[in-house]
């Protein structure tokens, strides 16, 4: 179960370089003093679900935490130890530059109750990071999780698509590396043109072209069923919305739902594979876990439109069942029960390869 996360953001805190698609300044302005971080807690947990099963955590969020100064550190992680020590949280995360991890940091994490380290990779291509101005490379991440592994934090890697010179061949190279190193979490985030960011005037001089919605929901498609069979699980998919960063992008892939668009089209892409194997005949019934019917209906009922023409059929049904499980999809026919799951459908080289099970 993910955690309640009380976000703290000290935006561009810690930074060695400006990346080339960065402007924080569109979600915060200025970083928050230590005293204003334990204003912000006590408010944060005022509003917090009541859910005591679910784990609390303060995470430092917007710069490189652990590339600020020592002192500095040390003073945020100060502020939020009563509430440790009162059980009112129950940890701590930070997100932070792969190349900003020596044991002494480690040391200082770990005495302060840091359990989560989300380190920034972005890609483990080194040509791609070289044009982004990470200042980093490949390497680094793979020392810096080897490193919190053996000190016992979790790790979350977050990592970014269509930056300059990236593919959708790198990408999934990225993810394969990213696979052999078994982070407990990832998160991904499509590359924006955002006012004000460096990565604004490759666009406007034409050197720079984002993904197209299109294109980052295929990718990330192909990214997620690649991490789902590897078990990885995906804690996020795109920016968190907000006014603010709506009002600053110029161009690239945004949407606010950027999860259920991907999660949409594999269940299209499942549905569509079963309706092939089955051949039917002018009408279909579907049946999924009612937390899937979203998924399989599409935004607007879009999979619906699209299963209709596509397959000549006058009438879908669906029904939701607890008895499919989340991530399946089963269709009833006359002959015979058909049933597919998520980690049926893989990718290779844009080959589609599906297995079906028939359904006891």
Known sequence: MNPLIIPIF???????ERCLFCNQNVTA???PSPSFVRRFIEASLANLPSDKKREKQAGFYGGSFTAIKKEDQIRYLKEIQPFLASGLIDSIRISTRPDALDDEVLSLLKDHQVKTVEIGAQSMDDQVLILARRGHCADDTVSAVSRLRCRSFEVGIQLMIGLPGDTLDRFLQTLDQIIDLKPHFV????????????????SRSGKYSPLSLDEAIQWLKKGLLKLETASIPVARIGLQPTSELERNILAGPYHPAFRQLIDSVIFLE????LLKVS??????????????????????????????DQFHLGEIRIQASDDVPRGSLALQTSSRNLSIKRKDLWYNEGDEKVDTRNIE
């Open 187 to 202: 998160r991904i985030h499509p590359t924006l043109v955002l006012k004000g960011a460096p990565l604004e005037r490759l």
């Open 270 to 273: 499942m549905a569509q594979y």
């Open 10 to 16: 000290l935006p561009n805190a810690g930074c060695r």
């Open 29 to 31: 302005t200025e970083v």
């Open 279 to 308: 051949r039917n005949g002018s009408s279909a019934f579907f049946l999924c876990h009612p937390k899937e019917v979203s998924n399989l209906r599409g935004q607007r009922n879009e999979n619906i439109l699209k299963l209709k």
